[in-house]
């Protein structure tokens, strides 16, 4: 059984920096496509960014390119989300996913979801 766990989350000023990790349990880590989503109240969950198989690209949405980065640790079955610069409506509950497909940014097509972590960045 695939389990994900995120940790990390928390509240923070703007303009400051915070990762979030995901731990990957009970699958094979380096063979999955490993993203980052988000979900504000009131809407859908979106794609953030994701890290293909290990030593792959990474992709991000428009609005977090240059502040949030993506990284894979095959040795820990990790995948993190580093964010800097961090803005008000980046608040949202964010969740990590794994999927065997290549490369996607389609929620539905991801097989495993963690439970999610709430980031607040306060204005």
């Known amino acids: 059984q695939v389990q994900l766990v995120e940790s990390g989350g928390g509240l923070v000023q703007a303009g400051d920096s915070l990762r979030l990790s995901c731990e990957v349990s009970?699958?094979?880590?380096?063979?999955?496509?490993l993203a980052w989503f988000r979900q504000a109240p009131g809407n859908e969950r979106e794609f953030v960014g994701c890290?293909?198989?290990?030593?792959?690209?990474?992709y991000y949405k428009d609005s977090v390119k240059g502040r949030f980065t993506i990284s894979r640790d095959d040795a820990k079955n990790t995948v993190y989300l580093q964010m800097s610069s961090l803005k008000p409506e980046d608040t949202a509950v964010y969740f990590c996913?794994?999927?065997?497909?290549?490369?996607?940014?389609?929620?539905?097509?991801?097989?495993?979801w963690g439970q999610g972590t709430q980031v607040t960045v306060a204005s």
């Open positions: 996913a794994a999927s065997t497909t290549y490369y996607t940014f389609n929620p539905d097509a991801y097989d495993y």
């Open positions: 009970g699958g094979a880590f380096s063979t999955y496509l």
């Open positions: 890290a293909l198989r290990s030593g792959g690209t990474q």
